[in-house]
């Protein structure tokens, strides 16, 4: 657990580095890149095409752990649109709460 505990710490931070020295660079309009990548039918359109799929299945289990509350909808639209940068925090955050659990991190309101 420790290890992926570290994973997560050091992952997250690295991706926020990133992420913070691109939108520096880029700003934050990346629809157009995005979505034209995917368009234009290349390896880097397919690669998006895979992490939006992520995205996706992220945003249900999300959803799904919290019981589609009010909270797990909220959740959910983070996932989706924040991706890895709220999936290795919220998963952190879980991972302590239930004190490395992974029945009750994985299951959320269904592991009773």
């Given at each position: 657990?420790?290890?992926?505990r570290?994973?997560?710490?050091?992952?997250?931070?690295a991706?926020?580095?990133?992420?913070a020295f691109?939108?520096?660079?880029?700003g934050?309009?990346?629809?157009p890149?995005?979505?034209?990548?995917?368009?234009?039918?290349?390896w880097?359109g397919q690669?998006?095409a895979d992490?939006?799929s992520f995205?996706?299945?992220?945003?249900l289990?999300?959803?799904?752990?919290?019981?589609?509350?009010?909270l797990?909808?909220?959740l959910a639209v983070?996932?989706?649109f924040?991706?890895?940068?709220f999936?290795?925090?919220y998963?952190l955050?879980?991972?302590h709460?239930?004190n490395g659990?992974?029945?009750?991190?994985l299951l959320?309101?269904?592991a009773?």
């Amino acid at each position: 657990m420790t290890a992926l505990r570290l994973y997560l710490i050091l992952a997250w931070t690295a991706l926020i580095a990133f992420t913070a020295f691109v939108i520096g660079r880029d700003g934050l309009n990346l629809l157009p890149v995005f979505f034209g990548d995917i368009a234009a039918g290349h390896w880097p359109g397919q690669f998006n095409a895979d992490f939006l799929s992520f995205l996706a299945l992220s945003a249900l289990w999300t959803g799904w752990r919290n019981g589609w509350t009010v909270l797990g909808w909220l959740l959910a639209v983070a996932a989706f649109f924040l991706g890895g940068g709220f999936l290795m925090a919220y998963l952190l955050i879980l991972l302590h709460r239930e004190n490395g659990d992974m029945r009750r991190v994985l299951l959320g309101v269904r592991a009773a």
